[in-house]
């Protein structure tokens, strides 16, 4: 359970197997309808009967979109990335941020990194990993962390778990397997030679 500040209401947290394991998810159409939503201040978190410290969501503290570095000198062109799947791929972000992270999800391939402390990030999806006409879905993420560092629970059901405010700002874009395709000129040597013979609790928000 998620309390809101000023005792304006609770929500119920989902829990997930992956990634943080107790959230609420909502969609907001501006940061200002999410900061409307869920005010500065102190938020209650209960679960398993057992309540955390308050954490404290206060100010404007979001990162900048993280901005992706890819290999080959591939574009992203309105959220899509062609790419060759025959071809190896690496991604970078790079920012001063307390936490960074790389997902990469589709049909046939599933993988990614993380870490505390970082100022540069870097996956690497190997050469012929993508299938050509599958797409895969691709999320950079940028945290900071309310006080620097995470809290443990140090007693009780959640002892041991983790919590913090985190303040996020994710990137997402599609990457598009597709085969390659000759040039111009690649095809008039071919022609020629005929011739011849691809627990925490988070403000955030994202860009696309």
């Not at 503290?61 to 080959?72: H, I």
């Not at 962390?145 to 405010?165: D, P």
């Amino acid at each position: 359970m998620l309390t809101i500040p000023s005792g304006t209401g609770s929500t119920t947290m989902t829990y997930n197997a992956g990634g943080p394991k107790w959230s609420v998810n909502a969609s907001f159409a501006s940061q200002a309808a999410l900061d409307a939503a869920y005010g500065n201040g102190n938020y209650g978190l209960t679960a398993y009967s057992q309540t955390v410290s308050p954490i404290s969501l206060t100010g404007d503290l979001y990162p900048s979109a993280p901005l992706a570095s890819l290999s080959g000198g591939g574009t992203i062109a309105g959220g899509i990335l062609n790419w060759d799947p025959s071809q190896s791929l690496t991604i970078t972000i790079s920012g001063t941020v307390d936490h960074m992270g790389i997902d990469v999800n589709g049909t046939n391939f599933s993988g990614g990194v993380d870490d505390f402390g970082v100022t540069t990030e870097s996956f690497t999806i190997g050469a012929g990993s993508m299938l050509a006409g599958n797409s895969y879905n691709v999320e950079l993420d940028f945290d900071k962390i309310v006080g620097g560092s995470l809290s443990k629970v140090g007693s009780g059901t959640l002892n041991g778990a983790n919590f913090a405010g985190v303040y996020s700002a994710d990137t997402f874009f599609t990457i598009n397997a597709v085969s390659a395709v000759p040039e111009p000129s690649t095809y008039a040597a071919i022609f020629g030679a005929v011739a011849l013979a691809g627990v925490m609790l988070r403000r955030r928000r994202q860009s696309v």
